[in-house]
């Protein structure tokens, strides 16, 4: 089955995230003023249980998702995350399934992943420099842990894809080494625009470094080439270094939205189902399937908010400093 949204826009991807809890806490996420030692986190009863996002998962295949990502907070502190792996992994019609972590645990978790049916994972690197990494989160964690993480999932079979998220004044000096440390090593780095998810980032324009200024910034060193996009949807802008096969992306939310081809649902971890990253409020699945709702009639709910959405945040974000007020928070819903 298909369905496409008031603008035409269908439903293909799916975020799914596993948890609320993170242990790396970045400033530009989860800002240690709010995110201290006293945060409450989502009480476990409160989560989906595995079973439940199996089922929330098929009947959004049977809808027309292709792809799958698991996410959070920081999805590798869930517990026995490789079985959900190895249960989704199953659901027929579903092509793809990846996994966005900060790499903390992933040398240990690695080849577990990859037996329980993983191909992908995306790992968030925001500096090579040690200082200023360290700087950026607030766990005490070095580089090298998460390089090794890093070497460990490319060993097992995972194919993996590197996000920095770049942020004025905190690791622009960073772009460089990042850039040809993962040429270097064949590896895809991907280069996100600082954004306005949450309120707890204080977020302003100022502090977002644009594409045109990192592929500016990259031009001392390298010469790039772009790829044609290879499905409707694909969020990153892609581009080769000149006489290799390795990739480069941009992730360009602020500077060029790209909500015309946004096939995008995500499911957070308490089952609340949410049609946009920068979105107030969302729809209770947990509470359907617990108040014991088919799934036919589960799936009937879900296509009538597929069928009314029409969010469009980010291109309505251009040329206004008027934010939303309420906007849930990116360690919620996991980007
Ligand atoms: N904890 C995992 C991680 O860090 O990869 C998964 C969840 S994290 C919320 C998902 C992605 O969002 C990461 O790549 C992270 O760098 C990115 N991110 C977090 N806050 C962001 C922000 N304000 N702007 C842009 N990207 C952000
Ligand atoms: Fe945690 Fe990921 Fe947010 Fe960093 S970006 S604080 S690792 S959830
Ligand atoms: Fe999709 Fe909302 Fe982001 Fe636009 S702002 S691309 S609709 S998630």
């Known amino acids: 089955m298909n369905i496409t949204d008031k603008l035409g826009r269908p439903m293909r991807d799916l975020r799914i995230s596993v948890t609320d809890r993170c242990n790396f806490r970045c400033r530009y996420c989860m800002p240690k003023e709010i995110f201290g030692k ?15 996002i199996e089922r929330l998962a098929s009947i959004f295949v049977e809808l027309g998702v292709k792809k799958l990502r698991i996410t959070g907070g920081e999805p590798l502190l869930r517990r026995n995350l490789s079985k959900l792996i190895a249960h989704v992994s199953a659901i027929d019609g579903l092509e793809d399934i990846g996994l966005t972590t900060n790499g903390v645990l992933l040398e240990k978790l ?13 790992v968030s690197l925001d500096a090579l420099n040690n200082d200023t990494f360290q700087a950026i989160n607030d766990s005490g964690i070095a580089t090298n842990q ?65 594409k045109k200024e990192i592929i500016d910034t990259l031009s001392h060193s390298f010469s790039l080439e772009p790829i044609k996009s290879s499905y409707l949807g694909e969020v990153a802008q892609r581009y080769y270094y000149k006489g290799t096969n390795t990739e480069v992306g941009f992730i360009t939310s602020v500077s060029e939205s790209f909500c ?45 908010i597929w069928h009314n959405r029409q969010d469009r945040y980010s291109d309505e974000r251009i040329g206004t400093s008027n934010l939303k007020k309420k906007r849930i928070e990116m360690s919620y819903i996991g980007g």
């Open 110 to 122: 690695a080849d577990q992943l990859v037996a329980a049916g993983l191909k992908r994972v995306n």
């Open 260 to 304: 015309s081809t946004c096939t995008r649902a995500r499911i957070a971890a308490d089952g609340k189902l949410y049609t946009c990253l920068f979105a107030s409020d969302g729809i209770d699945l947990k509470q359907m399937i617990r108040s014991g709702l088919s799934n036919k009639e589960i799936q009937i709910a879900i296509k009538e």
């Open 38 to 52: 006293d945060y409450t986190f989502m009480p476990k009863d409160n989560m989906l249980q595995f079973d439940e």
């Open 146 to 210: 998460i390089l090794k993480g890093i070497e460990k999932a490319s060993l097992a079979g995972l194919l993996v894809k590197v996000n920095m998220v770049v942020k004025k004044g905190m690791n622009e000096q960073e772009i460089l080494p990042m850039a040809a440390f993962f040429k270097e090593k064949g590896i895809t780095l991907r280069f996100i625009e600082f954004m306005d998810v949450g309120t707890s980032n204080k977020w302003d324009l100022s502090k977002v470094v644009t």
